[in-house]
């Protein structure tokens, strides 16, 4: 098992890790082939046996500014200030090993040596204790409710400082 920088080559799987993983949040292949391109250092894709078991999307963000769901960025801001976390995905044969915690633990210090002062993400799909358990805590912002809404309605906007 061991995670690797996700290349363009990969995205087919990374859209039927998807499709599996996310079913209620479909995001078109494109949006993964952007979130790559952009920020090819945030990206990773997990092979268990040298087969595709999971990815990683993430990049510099502005915090609070929530990117909508299946939606392109156009291009990452100069003045971002938040590590933005935008998907994990794992398939079950793949949960319970520690690859999941051994990339969270890749990023977070990817963050911090870029300089960032925190990570931010959007919990979904029942994943609110797996990030507790890394230190992320829900940050109450009003001004997030309709943008977390149509993502889910148990979505949670949540923050881990990293200094």
Do not use: C
Not at 152 to 157: I, L
């Amino acid at each position: 098992m061991h995670w690797r920088p996700l290349t363009t080559l990969d995205l087919p799987a990374v859209e039927a890790i998807a499709e599996q993983v996310h079913p209620a949040f479909p995001e078109d292949t494109a949006v993964f082939a952007e979130r790559q391109r952009l920020y090819p250092d945030g990206t990773r894709l997990l092979e268990l046996d040298g087969i595709p078991a999971g990815y990683l999307l993430s990049h510099p963000w502005r915090y609070k500014a929530l990117p909508e769901l299946n939606s392109l960025l156009g291009a990452l801001p100069d003045d971002a200030d938040t590590y933005y976390l935008h998907d994990l995905a794992i398939l079950p044969k793949a949960r319970g090993t520690g690859a999941a915690a051994m990339i969270v633990g890749e990023i977070l210090r990817h963050a911090r040596a870029a300089g960032f002062a925190n990570i931010s993400l959007v919990a979904v799909n029942g994943s609110l204790p797996f990030w507790h358990k890394h230190g992320f805590r829900a940050v109450k912002a009003p001004e997030l409710d309709a943008k977390l809404t149509s993502y889910e309605a148990a979505a949670k906007f949540m923050v881990k400082p990293l200094v």
